[in-house]
T-cell receptor, first 114, second 117 residues
Framework: DSGVTQTPKHLITATGQRVTLRCSPR?????VYWYQQSLDQGLQFLIQ???????AKGNILERFSAQQFPDLHSELNLSSLELGDSALYFC?????????????FGPGTRLTVL | AQTVTQSQPEMSVQEAETVTLSCTYD???????LFWYKQPPSRQMILVIR??????QNATENRFSVNFQKAAKSFSLKISDSQLGDAAMYFC??????????????FGTGTRLTVIP
């Protein structure tokens, strides 16, 4: 158990819908990362937050957005869902205090868009 | 942009034997970290081993070791005395060491390792 929790574990929805994925980082970790793992794109970085502020952006679609709240949990919002958004979405966290920080991954949320 | 290449989509190894998974990367940075992650059928991402680019000595963690060739931009993973529990997808990953706070990982496409009893 990495200490990072993600809810829900599974999500099945229809095209055009909007969903929210939630991540609780390890206690004390300030940085949260979101990654998407899909069959055609592999594992790719979406976005990073550090202590409530956006720190880095990767291949995140405009239909996707994220935020980190004062209690440091993070939410990834996916809207106007398409079949191709079906993937495993990972959240990872790290202390954010040193460049040596290791990222700890949550168990992921499997999103299926029908 | 950094790229990570794993040219072996699948590998197999006999139980108790040794297997080496390959990884190459491309970067213009001089300081960075390289990782091998294991993803078993549970889909959990598990860190196997880490190498800091400024360290010449190859990292070792029990049965897992790496061969880091900085000039060749090569970072292979050797698994000795393979066990059935080693069967998984293995991802090579790169991370910049620059302290901008943006420390996301760049992943390769993965190598699926099968362990034959």
């Amino acid at each position: 158990d990495s200490g990072v929790t993600q809810t829900p574990k599974h999500l099945i929805t229809a095209t055009g819908q909007r969903v929210t994925l939630r991540c609780s980082p390890r206690s004390g970790d300030l940085s949260v990362y979101w990654y998407q793992q899909s069959l055609d794109q592999g594992l790719q970085f979406l976005i990073q937050y550090y202590n409530g502020e956006e720190r880095a952006k990767g291949n995140i679609l405009e239909r996707f957005s994220a935020q980190q709240f004062p209690d440091l949990h993070s939410e990834l919002n996916l809207s106007s869902l398409e079949l191709g958004d079906s993937a495993l979405y990972f959240c990872a966290s790290s202390p954010g205090t040193s460049k040596l920080d290791e990222q700890f991954f949550g168990p992921g949320t499997r999103l299926t868009v029908l | 942009a950094q790229t990570v290449t794993q040219s072996q989509p699948e590998m197999s190894v006999q139980e108790a034997e040794t297997v080496t998974l390959s990884c190459t990367y491309d970067t213009s940075e001089s300081d960075y970290y390289l990782f091998w992650y294991k993803q078993p059928p549970s889909r959990q991402m598990i860190l196997v081993i880490r190498q800091e680019a400024y360290k010449q000595q190859n990292a070792t963690e029990n049965r897992f070791s790496v061969n880091f060739q900085k000039a060749a931009k090569s970072f292979s993973l050797k698994i000795s005395d393979s066990q059935l529990g080693d069967a998984a997808m293995y991802f090579c990953a790169y991370r910049s060491a620059g302290w901008t706070g943006a420390n996301n990982l760049f992943f390769g496409t993965g190598t699926r390792l099968t362990v034959i009893p």
